[in-house]
């Protein structure tokens, strides 16, 4: 049944929080709702993908997904990454989905022709995929075939857990190395030389696109 991206999201006001100390929580909250509408834009015009998943616990956040033609998943019980992805994919397996492709939703630079190149990369064979952070530490996109093959290890080191589990089932392993996958905004360094890229603070660099996209 194709492939389905997944997007795990938090509340709008509570994603981002290691940012809390640089940045307002209104502007913490604006950048996290910029964060999700270009992720969903990005996934939604990308020609490879059947579904577009959102999951998250956020009303609001699931009811945009559906303005942009996305699915929503409400995550069920305490809030936790690894967990809810496992919910969202024992779901695509009892609906017979061949692939899914997890990515985390503060990827500033995603490209649409990236995520193509990652999906082909992944091809239709069974085994991972992976894009590590730039620190070669965190998973910032995952594709697994089938679906349920891997047990999520995102958090401290997930890139180095999800490539040894890989190892130990012997599954095809590929490291996908893109610029637009490996800069997340994580930390406060993250977000500063983000800012300084483009000379401008976020806050104002996300109101045309808000006022484009809501």
């Not at 630079?109 to 082909?120: G, P």
Request: net charge negative; aromatic share 8%.
């Amino acid at each position: 049944m194709g492939l389905w991206a997944v997007v795990p999201v938090k509340p709008l006001n509570q994603g981002k929080s290691r940012l809390s100390k640089t940045i307002t929580p209104e502007d913490r909250r604006q950048l996290n709702l910029w964060l999700y509408l270009q992720t969903l834009r990005v996934l939604c015009e990308t020609k490879e993908i059947d579904e577009v998943w959102i999951v998250s616990q956020d009303p609001e956040v699931l009811a945009m997904a559906k303005i942009w033609g996305a699915r929503s998943f409400e995550e069920i019980g305490r809030m936790d990454l690894n967990a809810a992805l496992e919910q969202v994919t024992r779901y695509a397996e009892e609906r017979g989905v061949d692939q899914l492709l997890i990515l985390p939703v503060d990827l500033p630079c995603l490209q649409k022709d990236d995520v193509s190149f990652f999906i082909r990369k992944a091809g239709k064979n069974a085994g991972v995929v992976i894009a590590p952070d730039r620190r070669l530490t965190g998973t910032n996109a995952l594709m697994v075939n089938p679906p349920g093959c891997m047990v999520y290890q995102f958090g401290d080191d997930s890139f180095a857990l999800h490539c040894q589990q890989a190892r130990n089932k012997e599954m095809p392993l590929k490291i996908c190395d893109l610029p637009s996958l490996k800069f997340d905004l994580d930390l406060p360094e993250d977000y500063l030389e983000y800012k300084d890229m483009f000379a401008v603070p976020i806050g104002q660099e996300c109101s045309e696109p808000l006022a484009q996209m809501v």
